[in-house]
Structure formats: C-alpha cells, structure tokens
C-alpha cells in the first residue's frame, strides 16, 4: 500500500519538475546579461570568436529552442557542460555534493539535538522566565542575518582568539580529521542557528498542546514521572506537526546552504551556485536548480511518509 | 454498627481505606481564585462502592484527582486537608512514593476513553507500562498479563488485540481498555470519574455492569463520579451529593433516595425520569444556575436556588449535622426539608 503509494507520488512528480523547468529557465533567461558578457568588453576577444562560443554553447538560439535542447539533452542523462569552466555540470555537482552533505548534515543533526530538548524545556515551563528568555533567543536567531553572524564569529574565534580557521575545507597539506572539524564548527554552527530557532519553537507548541491532552494525565495516572511522561507519550505526538517544517528544511539545507558556504568559502553546493550566478552559467544553474527542486520534493515526500509512521491512524492508499 | 442499611450490594464494609479530611483546593487563574473544593470530607471502606454526584462544574472530579495530585498544578493547588490512605497522608509523601500509588494501590478510569488513550500507541503497551511500572515483570509476562486482562473485561481475541491502536477500537472497547488497564495492578481504590457519560445507553449499561462483577469479584473499592443518579442507585454502597465545591448530604444509598434531607438532592431526583410515574408529568428541573465558584461565597452555596432558604441560610454557611445514623446533612432546614414540607 505504501509502495504503490510512493509510485502514484512520484510519478506525479514528472509533470512537476516540468513546470518548475520551465519556469526557472524563464527566469534565468530573463535575468539581464549573458554567459559571455564578461568577454564583451575583453578587447582581446574579437566579435567573431564571440559569436563562435555563442554558436558553440546553442546561444545564439531563440530561448524557446534553447529550453528544448536543453529538455532533451536532460531526459537522456546529459546535463550539458558548464559555460565556465567547460566540464560536465553532473560532475561539478557530484563534486560539490560532499561538503554539502557534510556541513548540512552535521548543521541538521545539530539543530535536532539543540531544538527539542529547548523546545520541550520551554513548553513544560510555559510562562516561566526560561520560557520567556528562549523565545527571545529564538526569534533573535530566527532574524539574525547568517552573513553578519558569520563575521563576527571569524571575528571573534579566528582573529581575536585564533582557536578555529576563518574559512575553507580543510588546511592545505593537512585534512586530518581534527583539521576538517576545525574547519566545519563554525559554519555548522551559523547554519543551525536558524533552524534550531524555528524548530524549537514548532516543538514548543507541538509539545504544550499535546501536555493538555487527557492520555497524558493518564500517563501521570500510572506512576510514569515527568520524563518518562515526555519521551513514552508527549514527544512522538509533539512532532507530528512539526515533522513537515523538520523535512522541508531538510530538503533547503542539503540543496546547499548559499550565504553560508560563501562566507566561510565552502567548497559545497551552494558557492557553485554563487558562482555559477556571477557567470550566468545557464547550465550550471539549471543542473543545480533542479536538483534543489528534487531535493525539497523528495523531503516533501518523506514527510508524509514520516506523518505516517508516527501517527498509526494516518494511512494513505 | 447500625442497622438502617438495606441495601444487599454487599456490606463488605472492612477497614477504613481512605480518608478525606477538609480538602480544599484552589485553581489560581487570570481572573481571580476559583474555589473549587471548599472543605470536603469523606471516607471509603474497603470493598465499598462511593458515588460522589453533581452537576457539572460541582467539584466532583477536582476532588477525586485531588487523592492522587492529579489536579494540572498551576494553576490548580490543593490548600489544605488530609488524604490519609491507609494512615497515610498522600499530601505528605514526595513524587516517588506518590507514583508507586498512582496506577498501583490507586488507579483511575478517565471520563472519555476517547482521548484518554496515546492515540499512537498500541493498547498492549499501554497496559504493559503500567504493570511494568509497579511489578517486576518481564516484558513477555507483562503481554501475557495484559491479555488476560483484556480477556477479563470482555474483549475477544485478546491476545491478538495487544497489537492495536486506541483508534481501531469503539468507545466502549476503549472504555473497556481504560478498564482493563486500571484493573492491572490489583488496585485497593479504583476513581472511576465518569466512566460512561461518554458512551452510548446501551454501552454505559454494560461498562457498569462490567465495573459491579469486576468489583465483587475482587473486592476492590470504587469511588463512582456521576451526574446520573439513576446509574448510582446500581451499584453504589454510599452516595455523597456535591455542589459548589460542598458535601451537601451523604448517606447509604437506599436511605438517600428514600429519605433525601437536602432540597439539592430532592431537587436532583426529581429530576429524574420515573417508570412510575404517570404519563405526561414533567421532569422538574432545578430553577437557577450554580454559583460562580470566583472568590468567596457567602452563606450556603445552594441559597438562591432554594425554596427553603431563609435569612440565617444566606448569611452562614451550614455545618453537616447528622439526621439518621451515617446520614449527614449540611443544611439548617434539614428537618423541614426530610419532613416533605413546603414552606
């Protein structure tokens, strides 16, 4: 039943990922300049060889006829070659994928660790001065822009105390494990910030509403203690409604964290991005777009699948 | 002892189990101090059924959760009185010795099986915890007592049933779980707050049945919370009437309905629909709303509801005096009011 359910599922997303496609190499193409701007004023590149490369990469082409070059190369597999460097985009991804998943994992199994003991914490003492305090901390967190909190987190750990390097994979000749942890705490840190922030407070409310709840006093009516209250019966109902904003922000992070990868110069998804957008490298934007779109689309999924398997009377067929 | 009981739902009478003294609870909200218990004193026998009746908002399940500090603290607060259970005062003795009662020597049945079940949870676990919590079971005797538990109050296939959710049961087999669940430590006093106002006729006629065999065959005391005086009559040894957070009469069962000394508790069965009664008699409700339990009231509660009340009612609050024996009366116009007459 699950299983054909998973199929019904991702077959409705072909047409999806269509659409999206399409409205992402509209608006890739509508953004203003081009691939080869940064030769049109080189005056060493003649006009000729420009128009060579244009015809070389399909530019020269009605958008239109472009996209469907585009879509066909993709439904067999080729995602074209990168405008800028010249190598396949699925390498340069593949390439990339590593770090990403590295610092996202870490940054999510983080936030999980840090945001539901503050969540629950805040929601057994509600209205208390911890209460009060986290919920300040949190909306402080949820609005503290990424790129500043980053510089003042080189500022401090790196050029004051020098205890972490400021940014980067890992030290040159070095990548010991001890090194690449040094190097991934700090961006790990700022990229959890947001979402402990906002999961803990789903988690709060989740896990107030459900402390209401008559099977709770039941529990409390059978010896259990206030944690075993919390793990054995309020946690599992607590996260049913937060397990949706838990995927989505699953599916942002893994798809590559952009301001945060840029500031501490992480060699993951997200600065390919960065990169790619300063050369308007269509290719590349795209490869990279769409496996973002997959990436939220496949968390989708899995948190229904997740809704599921903590709630026994939800079913789907 | 005395000899005024009639009743023959056992006179099992034993040894004093529980002991209410003067209980007073508070719940301390936004607008001001509800007092929702205002002093209640009462007993329980071993092996005696107690009905505490009332309507709604009267304090009957405030009291009850009181005995086990169930009361959601804030902003509830129990301010003073005794709960001594078997000589001990339950007000006194910290959080582990208080758990190893609730659900052991003391258990529950929740007023709506409906959301008093973990609706993610399988049942079987759910009786499971609670064994596991009070006898040192391994987790395949725990299953294996938790079927036979389910067996016992009459749901089929036990064994197979363990396996599902709250959900994939009707109210009364849910009913039934609460049960079989408060039943699985061998409880001294099981608080059955409501047990079946959230159930269909059919099914509140078997779950007191089921409660009454259960009880006989164990011997284990009940304290019945209820606004239905019919249901009462059924099963209870001694029935305490609550309004406005009072006793306002207790006594046996048989000498209450026959002899009511309060005008609430006249007023309660008569409301009553009767078989012998004369076709077309209106059922006579109780004219006015209960008081406002928000700050302090003075005189008795019941004053501007009553056809006896007269200055000295709205002016003092009445003690409990003692009309018959183990009949008790908070009211100063008892004897007019027993006596059938109308001022």
């Known amino acids: 039943m699950t299983f054909a359910y998973v199929f019904k599922r991702l077959l409705g997303t072909i047409p999806l990922l269509l659409g999206i496609s399409l409205i992402l190499f509209a608006i890739v193409h509508f953004a203003p300049g081009g691939p080869l701007d940064v030769y049109a004023d080189n005056p060493s590149v003649s006009k000729e060889a420009l128009e060579q490369i244009a015809k070389a990469y399909g530019l020269d082409q009605p958008a239109y006829i472009q996209y469907f070059l585009w879509l066909k190369a993709v439904i067999v597999g080729n995602w074209g070659y990168s405008i800028r460097t010249g190598r396949p985009v699925l390498t340069e991804i593949l390439l990339r994928l590593r770090p990403t998943f590295e610092l996202g994992g870490l940054a999510l199994l983080f936030s999980l660790v840090v945001a539901i003991p503050l969540g629950i914490l805040s929601a057994t003492r509600r209205g208390s001065k911890l209460d009060g305090a986290l919920t300040l901390a949190s909306f402080a967190g949820i609005s503290t822009p990424v790129f500043w909190l980053a510089l003042l987190l080189q500022l401090l750990f790196s050029v004051q105390l020098g205890w972490l390097p400021s940014a980067g994979y890992q030290s040159i000749g070095d990548g010991s494990l001890f090194d690449r942890l040094a190097h991934i705490v700090m961006p790990a840190a700022v990229l959890s910030l947001a979402t402990i922030a906002s999961w803990s407070r789903f988690i709060r409310s989740g896990m107030a509403d459900v402390l209401n709840q008559d099977y709770i006093r039941t529990a409390y009516a059978k010896g259990h203690g206030l944690l075993g209250v919390i793990m054995r019966h309020a946690l599992r109902n607590a996260m049913i409604p937060a397990i949706t904003v838990i995927a989505v922000d699953f599916g942002t992070v893994i798809s590559g964290a952009v301001i945060t990868e840029t500031v501490f110069a992480w060699p993951g998804i997200g600065r390919l991005f960065m990169e790619s957008m300063d050369g308007r490298d269509y290719p590349m934007l795209m490869g990279l777009m769409m496996m973002g779109s997959v990436g939220i689309i496949a968390a989708n999924l899995v948190a229904d699948l997740a809704y599921a398997a903590l709630d026994p009377r939800i079913r789907y067929g | ?343």
């Open chain 2, 1 to 343: 002892m005395e000899t005024t009981s009639l009743h023959t739902t056992g006179s099992k009478q034993g040894k004093r189990l529980l002991e209410v003294r003067n209980l007073e609870t508070k719940f301390y909200t936004a607008d001001g101090v509800v007092n929702a218990l205002n002093g209640i004193s009462y007993s329980v026998d071993e092996g005696e059924c107690l009905a505490i009746v009332g309507e709604s908002g009267s304090g009957k399940t405030v009291g009850v959760l009181s005995i086990l500090r169930l009361i959601q603290s804030p902003p509830g607060r129990i301010v003073g009185g005794e709960i001594l259970f078997k000589g001990t005062d339950l007000l006194k003795i910290d959080d582990k010795e208080l758990r190893t009662i609730r659900g052991g020597a003391i258990s529950v049945i929740f007023q709506d099986p409906m959301t008093s079940l973990n609706p993610v949870m399988r049942v079987g676990a759910q009786i499971t915890e609670n064994i596991r919590e009070h006898e040192n079971l391994t987790s395949r005797q725990a299953r294996q007592k938790a079927a036979d538990l389910l067996g016992m109050v009459g749901i089929p296939t036990p064994a197979k049933r363990l396996d599902d959710y709250p959900h994939q049961f009707s109210g009364g087999m849910r009913q039934r779980v609460m049960i079989a669940m408060a039943l699985s430590c061998s409880p001294q006093l099981i608080i059955a707050d409501e047990p079946t106002t959230a159930l269909d006729v059919t099914i509140q006629a078997q779950i007191v049945e089921l409660i009454k065999s259960l009880q006989a065959e164990l011997g284990t005391a009940v304290i019945w919370i209820s606004h239905d005086l019919g249901v009462v009559a059924r099963l209870a040894d001694n029935v305490a009437v609550m309004y406005a957070g009072h006793i306002v009469e207790k006594a046996p069962v048989d000498e209450l309905y026959a002899r009511p000394a309060h005008p609430y508790t006249i007023g309660l069965l008569n409301s009553l629909p009767r078989l012998d009664a004369r076709i077309k008699t209106k059922l006579k409700a109780i004219g006015g709303l209960p008081p406002n339990l928000l700050g302090m009231l003075q005189g008795c509660a019941f004053a501007p509801r009553c056809m006896f009340a007269t200055q000295i009612c709205r002016e003092q609050a009445p003690p409990a005096i003692e009309v018959a024996p183990r009949h008790q009366v908070a009211c100063w116009h008892s004897e007019l009011v027993s006596a059938g007459e109308r001022p």
